[in-house]
């Protein structure tokens, strides 16, 4: 059974940093891609980060250089490091996994193949 296990979320006062973290089990982490999206209520599930397998990168329009993703192959996690944090209300942040053989992207939330619960997020004022 695949696994995926979000944790670090919180209230966190704008301008501050928080580290989120994925633990990955049941499969190959090796075979997978992740990336990391979050959802406001009432809207989209948004691209963040994603990395590769091989720890290739990309950010999304939300994350710019303010967030940085890692994996660590052998521990079986991929963390979000978010810095300068701007109010925004609450977001769910959901870490996700795509196998690297279907090719593709990292950006499009419905090309995934496991998601975790989520871990939410909020940032005040």
């Known amino acids: 059974q695949v696994q995926l296990v979000e944790s670090g979320g919180g209230l966190v006062e704008a301008g501050g940093s928080l580290t989120l973290s994925c633990a990955f089990s049941?499969?190959?982490?090796?075979?997978?891609?992740m990336g990391w999206f979050r959802q406001a209520p009432g809207l989209e599930r948004e691209f963040v980060a994603g990395?590769?397998?091989?720890?290739?990168?990309y950010s999304g329009n939300f994350a710019n250089d303010r967030f940085t993703i890692d994996r660590d192959n052998a521990k079986n996690t991929v963390t979000l490091r978010m810095n300068n944090l701007k109010v925004g209300g609450k977001a769910r942040y959901y870490c996700?996994?795509?196998?690297?053989?279907?090719?593709?992207?990292?950006?499009?939330?419905?090309?995934?193949?496991?998601w975790g619960q989520g871990t939410q997020v909020t940032v005040s004022s």
């Open positions: 996700g996994g795509k196998g690297w053989a279907g090719g593709g992207g990292l950006y499009t939330a419905r090309e995934y193949d496991y």
């Open positions: 049941g499969v190959d982490f090796n075979n997978y891609n």
């Open positions: 990395i590769q397998w091989h720890s290739q990168r």
